[in-house]
């Protein structure tokens, strides 16, 4: 009782309007003015004979012991035994507790090295926890450096444990130099990089080795969690003032992993040192990714070197299995001439069909007087006849160029594949049907070509279709019907020559062309059937493309009108059209006179001033 009755409330002032008091069940409450509890109790003893305030912790005197809990977390931090104490009370900074025989003075250890202390124990949370707290006893600019190496600290520590998405938030948070990140993992950082560690260190360990203990998995893990972390930061404003280390360290982890974004990285805009690189990716045999680092310095002639040995075999890389085509398609758009005609022998001798992409699939911005000289082309192509002809063909049907000579060249190229082919009896052979096809849409198509010598060349040969042309070409179209007629009795084509010869043509042109096929189905010594059908078919179908008046007088008087009732129809029609079209001219033009003689008389009749 006599305790009881000695024992006074405990009530302390810790901040503005706020108050710690003793309450029941052992319980340290926090109260402001107004009633309210804006924190969690601290939990101490039921017999607390004193409390003191030592920001940021609560310090409670018992009967036997004397204990700190933190007002941020309300956890109990430290016990220190201590019998017989009567008084607690702070003073300035300090703790001051006495018994009946003496006064003694606790001092709190300075706030950053219980921060340390705390890191050292890997106590994350609780480091920042404090550090948060003790913001407002530090000066503004000190606690922000101060902060900020916490983080860091706190992020090495998360990291060794392997936890990458909290490390990586704590790294983020505290502005760290990736460099210090990079540091850790042996020849990442370039030989010529100027970082130096941080001073005090920001962790305990020397290298990925000594932190994972030699343990692979480990180690793989560490790997990936900084490639996927440099990968994300190149590009922000993290590696800034060190984009040439996060680059090289990049492409070192990703050759070394055989990461499939290592081309990617090779392939964009990136500041990978150039030697460093180099080295690393000839140790991990990544050539064809060198000859990509080469390129992206400017240096193409050291890549293609590469890439050619690599098609060559004479080192092995399998990165790209159509690396040949990637050739073919890099020296397409180089604008260094002298290395495409470098190199343009060896394409053509790997592949004739492909390797004359480098002179067809230039771009077309290309000003002509960039491009390359069609007549210094096709003398490197002489011992090529396959791409000899895809190189013609390319000039003369994709860019229309109008010179005779590339016409001419490319017909002779035609017929003399077709005259070959033909000798080796290959009649039904795909690749001579595909090649006539081709002779005869340039023979009709072009105007350049030299008709006679062409036509010397076919002479003795059976390509009557072609001799047909040939003949239409030089308006000698009774051969050229005779043939189609006569010999080939192709009366289809018969009809199709009428019309692509007439095309943009006067009406009097055409109607001659078709005058003289049905003259040429009409005068055959004998009177086939198969021909005067062959006249019929052609009058029906082509009624507007005959004078009407002339056909009837070429007749025989044995056909029937019923016969020919489509073409009379037609006749009829496009006679009595005709017709009609003139008296509407002729009446316009009577029109436009009787108005001009009006504005004449008009005229006359104005007074003269």
Not at 161 to 171: D, G
Not at 231 to 250: F, M
Not at 429 to 442: A, D, G, I, M, Y
Not at 577 to 594: C, D, V
Request: hydrophobic share 40%; net charge negative; aromatic share 10%.
């Amino acid at each position: 009782g006599r305790l009881c009755e000695e024992r006074r409330p405990i009530v302390k002032r810790i901040g503005r309007q706020e108050f710690l008091l003793a309450g029941p069940g052992g319980l340290g409450m926090f109260a402001t003015v107004d009633g309210i509890s804006q924190r969690a109790p601290v939990r101490w003893s039921e017999n607390v004979i004193g409390a003191a305030l030592c920001f940021p912790y609560v310090v409670a005197l018992d009967e036997e012991f004397i204990t700190v809990h933190s007002m941020l977390d309300q956890q109990q931090k430290q016990t220190l035994a201590f019998k017989d104490g009567h008084i607690l009370q702070d003073f300035e900074g300090k703790v001051i507790v006495a018994t009946t025989k003496g006064v003694y003075i606790l001092v709190p250890l300075p706030l950053e090295r219980q921060i340390q202390d705390l890191l050292a124990s890997h106590r994350v949370e609780e480091a920042l926890v404090l550090a948060r707290g003790a913001r407002r006893n530090i000066p503004k600019e000190k606690f922000q450096v101060m902060y900020k190496r916490i983080l860091q600290q706190a992020g090495f520590i998360q990291f060794a444990q392997l936890q990458f998405l909290e490390a990586k938030e704590l790294f983020r948070s505290g502005q760290l130099d990736v460099r210090e990140l990079i540091s850790l993992y042996p020849f990442l950082l370039p030989a010529s990089s100027s970082f130096i560690r941080s001073h005090p260190p920001l962790h305990e360990y020397a290298d990925l080795n000594q932190l994972t203990q030699g343990d692979q998995e480990k180690m793989t893990k560490c790997k990936q969690f900084l490639m996927s972390y440099l990968n994300e930061v190149r590009s922000t404003d993290v590696a800034n003032g060190y984009k040439e280390d996060v680059d090289t360290a990049l492409l070192k982890l990703y050759a070394e992993a055989n990461h499939e974004s290592l081309l990617d990285l090779l392939a964009s805009e990136n500041f990978c040192i150039l030697t460093d690189s180099a080295t690393w990716l000839e140790k991990h045999k990544k050539f064809f990714a060198l000859g990509l680092l080469y390129h992206s310095n400017g240096q193409d002639a050291a890549a293609l070197q590469l890439w050619v040995k690599i098609v060559n075999g004479d080192i092995q890389d399998s990165t790209r299995t159509d690396l040949y085509e990637y050739i073919v398609d890099f020296l397409s758009s180089c604008s260094d001439h002298e290395l495409v005609w470098k190199y343009a022998e060896w394409l053509l001798q790997q592949s004739e069909e492909i390797g004359i992409y480098v002179f067809t699939r230039r771009p077309r911005e290309e000003g002509q007087e960039n491009s390359f000289n069609p007549d210094d082309v096709m003398s490197c192509l002489n011992k090529y006849p396959k791409s000899l002809v895809k190189y013609l063909e390319f000039l003369v049907l994709e860019r229309r160029i109008q010179k005779e000579k590339y016409h001419t060249h490319l017909a002779v190229l035609y017929l003399e594949k077709v005259l070959n082919l033909k000798s080796l009896e290959a009649e039904k052979n795909e690749e001579l049907c595909e090649t006539r096809v081709k002779l005869q849409s340039l023979l009709r198509e072009s105007d350049l070509y030299r008709t006679h010598l062409i036509l010397d060349k076919i002479s003795g040969s059976d390509l009557h279709m072609e001799c047909a042309i040939l003949y239409g070409k030089l308006e000698e179209h009774e051969k050229a019907l005779h043939i189609l007629v006569h010999v080939l009795k192709d009366f289809a084509a018969a009809e199709d020559y009428c019309m692509w010869n007439s095309e943009n043509k006067d009406i009097p042109y055409r109607q001659k062309l078709f005058h003289m096929l049905l003259t040429a189905y009409l005068n055959s010594s004998s009177a086939e059937h198969e021909l005067v059908m062959a006249a019929v078919d052609l009058l029906n179908s082509h009624a507007a493309d005959f004078d009407a008046a002339l056909v009837l007088r070429l007749l025989p008087d044995s056909w029937s009108v019923q016969l020919l009732s489509s073409f009379l129809t037609g006749a009829m029609r496009e006679s009595i059209h005709a017709q009609r079209m003139s008296q509407i001219a002729l009446g316009l033009a009577k029109a436009e006179n009787l108005i001009y003689k009006h504005e004449k008389v008009s005229s006359n009749n104005l007074s003269i001033v």
